[in-house]
Nanobody, 123 residues
Framework: QVQLVESGGGLVQAGGSLRLSCAAS????????MGWYRQAPAKQRELVAS???????NYADSVKGRFTISRDNAKKTVYLQMNSLKPEDTAVYHC?????????????????WGQGTQVTVSS
């Protein structure tokens, strides 16, 4: 009923840039927090950046000053601009959204995940 579809991953050299996008679709009343997580091989998934419905942002220390999260509420889309990329940024990046739906006479709020997009940074 709710889908998150990421795009924009790829292979880039160290120091380069990529922009990830994640579009939400389906039966959506409102989208609350949205965020990006990443998971490198043999590592746990970690928060990269998040943004509230009002635009307040939060970043992992490792990406502060290099990554910028933003959202377009009208398009139900969240973006992650990644600059000065490093090999250690290599991971599968997943979009996450806290979504409220109206179904069966009441509101439901659930967490949704995208399928992930691969980001590879070569040295």
């Amino acid at each position: 009923q709710v889908q998150l579809v990421e795009s924009g991953g790829g292979l880039v050299q160290a120091g380069g840039s990529l922009r990830l996008s994640c579009a939400a679709s389906g039966s959506i009343s409102s989208i609350n927090d949205m965020g990006w997580y990443r998971q490198a091989p043999a590592k746990q998934r970690e928060l990269v950046a998040s943004i509230t419905n009002g635009g307040r942002t939060n970043y992992a220390d490792s990406v502060k000053g290099r990554f910028t999260i933003s959202r377009d509420n009208a398009k139900k889309t969240v973006y992650l601009q990644m600059n000065s990329l490093k090999p250690e940024d290599t991971a599968v990046y997943h979009c996450n959204a806290d979504v409220t739906r109206y179904s069966a006479g009441r509101f439901h709020t659930d967490d949704y995940w995208g399928q992930g997009t691969q980001v590879t940074v070569s040295s």
